[in-house]
């Protein structure tokens, strides 16, 4: 199975800030890794798939860059309603395996 | 509007089975894979099931596989999960998701809690 290992476990940053998370994989998986985000009382959220294509309707704030073992998750501006957890996914192959998280807190 | 609504998790013994629904309404059911992904508490997410658009083809990680079985009523819109031999470390919140064209998890459920404890 591929591990999928996220950094950091915990983030705290203040509104209008820049942050990155990462993501590496124990073997490429080419460009196929998804970033979602979970929050209390809403449904999980798509954010980004294949490494970069963001889903319909993920502001223009998110970004996703890497290919092969190592991706990052960008988020510039931070927005109060971006603050929650993000996990990683490869969707490359069987069994599709996720990151154990990143909370991003209130500074 | 995409709507996925999960239902019938509960508390059950060690040993006994439990079948989760799903919902859907908003997109054309018949013509998306559908998926089960799981949390433990205060754990991260783990897939555990998959079917393809006509329920022909089923996937599983080793984890579940031989207990659960993932299946689908086109014509109701609806997905299941039928749980077997339910241990203690299957206590997780279930959400039911639509798969995309490149295997991500595209829209997700509320979820459902499935207890597993004597």
């Known amino acids: 199975d591929v591990q999928m290992t996220q950094s950091p476990s915990n983030l705290a940053a203040s509104p209008g800030e820049s942050v990155s998370i990462n993501c590496k994989a124990s073997k490429s998986i080419s460009k196929y890794l998804a970033w979602y985000q979970q929050k209390p009382g809403k449904a999980n959220k798509l954010l980004i798939y294949s490494g970069s294509t963001l889903q319909s309707g993920t502001p223009s704030r998110f970004s996703g860059s890497g290919s092969g073992t190592d991706f990052t998750l960008t988020i510039r501006n931070l927005e109060p309603e971006d603050f929650g957890l993000y996990y990683c996914?490869?969707?490359?192959?069987?069994?599709?395996?996720f990151g154990a998280g990143t909370k991003l807190e209130l500074k | 509007e995409v709507q996925l609504v999960e239902s019938g998790g509960g508390l059950v013994q060690p040993g006994r089975s439990l079948k989760l629904s799903c919902a859907a309404s908003g997109f054309t059911f018949s013509n998306y894979y559908m998926a089960w992904v799981r949390q433990a508490p205060k754990k991260g997410l783990e897939w555990v099931a998959t079917?393809?658009?006509?329920?022909?083809?089923?996937y599983y990680p080793d984890s579940v596989k031989g207990r659960f079985t993932i299946s689908r009523d086109n014509a109701k819109s609806s997905l299941y999960l039928q749980m077997n031999s339910l241990k203690s470390e299957d206590t997780a919140t279930y959400y039911c998701?639509?798969?995309?064209?490149?295997?991500?998890?595209?829209?997700w459920g509320p979820g459902t809690m499935v207890t597993v404890s004597s």
């Open positions: 996914q490869q969707h490359n192959e069987y069994p599709y395996t």
């Open positions: 998701a639509s798969v995309g064209v490149l295997w991500y998890f595209d829209f």
């Open positions: 079917i393809s658009t006509s329920g022909s083809r089923t």
